[in-house]
């Protein structure tokens, strides 16, 4: 394989003077030099061909032996040092402290067309931040990373990409759910691709430890080459870095609020600079329509990760970022600034979202009300979002409100519970109000349902769609892994032969371990 190979991150940061690979606290250091393990008997299971594609490797490389051997850890691509990165965080609203990159190995970086690319392995053994852990992961979580990235970045929401799965021969013990049952599962790797893995964490280190050098340095190498555009020096180069991030933080927030993705760990150390989803582990897709419904187990409790709380949970990231970056600004007004308008802007931009899924072209006074309406009918009863927001495009204006409420009955999990007076009276009224909204469209019906079905996936990857894959991979069947990557390359398109997938969570996977709830176990 050949690589236009560009090791700036290495070349031009900090590294870790000690290159014993051992678990310790690394300070003055981006990364750390380390080697993946070995695998003992690698076996690719799957390949993104468009990911493969996006990096420069044709499909005949994907299936070499080289391509195996390098993807899974076994060899390092000449002219490279294979690193974890160094980077701190909050936990659950907690500091942590040093946390870096426990399992994740990156292999190089490249430039292709005018695209730079970090390929990074997760699960190709310890590091010097393993802390308690092995560094390695398995087929369950790994299935899910590579599937969802891949389905993120179709239905259009920024995000890091996965170029291949593949097992490792090697056994793994995972206690699954944190209860003392710990067993042996098959282990795995995935290569994850994006412009970098630099996150909000990693400036929280430097700053937590007073190394304003370091902190700087870090800053103005990210803005030299992720953020070309800023032109400006002194402090405000550093407030524009903020603002743009914060930009990008916000944008992100709308597109997982939009399809309904949960992503279940945001953590500052799972912040990307980029505004792009990283770091994918206990995320789900929500059923139905819950705006406290979090998918890791850990959270449970408290549900700060919650559906409805990203926005609040992305702004308060950005404090912690912001008071990061404090020591090369050294004023909080133009921060707080910045801060106060996340809020609003997100406000405006959420409102300009829900338009278009609700097929809404102009922009009247009396629509915020009819969005907050509906998304409190919506709790009233177990209400699928993905089916109710797609076939909510089949509503035409002449349709009274029960005839609208037949055409999307098959969202309801329970429909009986919608003959119910008061909730009945409450999907009555909403939808007298929504057609005499759409009445003042000007767009026909037809034009409206091709608009929304743009905005509104019919295929996201429910988390019972992703743990058939894991049982059938369980069993040396990975076709049902390559039939949900091909059905979710076209999350928006009706795929007749596919239609099976669109469908509400079966009752079988209400409580299955997988379906519902999943832990940070990898």
Known sequence: ????????????????????????????????????????????????????????????????????????????????????????????????????????????EIDHDNQHFTLQLKGAGKTPYSRRGDGLAVLRSSIREHLCSEAMYNLGVPTSRSLSLMLTGDEVLRDMMYDGNAEYEKGAVVCRVAPTFIRFGSFELFAARRDTENLKLLADFT????????????????????????????????????????????????MSIHGITIDYGPYGWLEDYNLNWTPNTTDNENKRYAYGNQPDVALWNLYQLANALYPLIEETKDLETILNDFGKKYEDDYLTMMRSKLGLMNSLKEDAKLIADLEKTLQLSE????????????????????????????????????????????????????????????????????????VN??????????????????????????????????????????????????????????????????
């Open 1 to 108: 394989m050949n690589f236009n190979i560009q090791n700036r991150f290495t070349n031009e940061l900090p590294a870790d003077s000690e290159e014993k690979n051992f678990v310790r606290q690394v300070e003055q250091s981006c990364f750390s030099y380390v080697n993946p393990i070995i695998p003992k008997n690698p076996k690719l299971i799957h390949v993104s061909d468009d990911v493969a594609e996006l990096i420069g490797i044709n499909k005949e490389v994907t299936l070499s032996e080289d391509f195996l051997n390098v993807f899974s850890g076994k060899k390092n691509q000449p002219q490279t040092r294979p690193f974890a990165m160094n980077y701190a965080g909050h936990q659950f609203g907690n500091w942590a402290g040093q946390l870096g990159d426990g399992r994740a190995i990156n292999l190089f």
């Open 223 to 270: 803005i030299q080459y992720y953020f070309p555009e800023i032109n400006e020096v002194g402090k405000e180069k550093y407030l524009a870095f903020f603002k743009s991030i914060a930009k990008k933080t916000r944008q992100l927030m709308i597109h997982w609020q939009r399809v309904g993705f949960v992503h279940g760990v945001m953590n500052t150390d799972n």
């Open 383 to 454: 209400t699928d979002m993905t089916l109710f927001y797609r076939e909510l495009g089949r509503i035409k204006k002449e349709f009274t409100s029960g005839c609208a409420i037949s055409t999307i009955t098959t969202a309801f999990y329970k429909p009986e519970e919608i003959k119910k007076k008061v909730v009945l009276n409450e999907w009555e009224k909403w939808f007298i109000k929504y057609i005499d909204r759409l009445k003042k469209e000007t767009i026909s019906d037809e034009e409206r349902k091709l608009a929304m079905n743009k």
């Open 457 to 522: 996936p019919k295929y996201v990857l429910r988390n019972y769609m992703a743990q058939l894959a894991i049982d059938a991979a369980n069993n040396d069947d990975y076709s049902v892994v390559d039939e949900l990557y091909r059905l979710l390359k076209k999350p928006y398109d009706e795929q007749p032969e596919m239609e099976k997938w669109f469908a509400k969570r079966p009752d079988w996977a209400r409580v299955k371990i997988g379906c519902s709830m999943l832990s940070c176990s990898s």
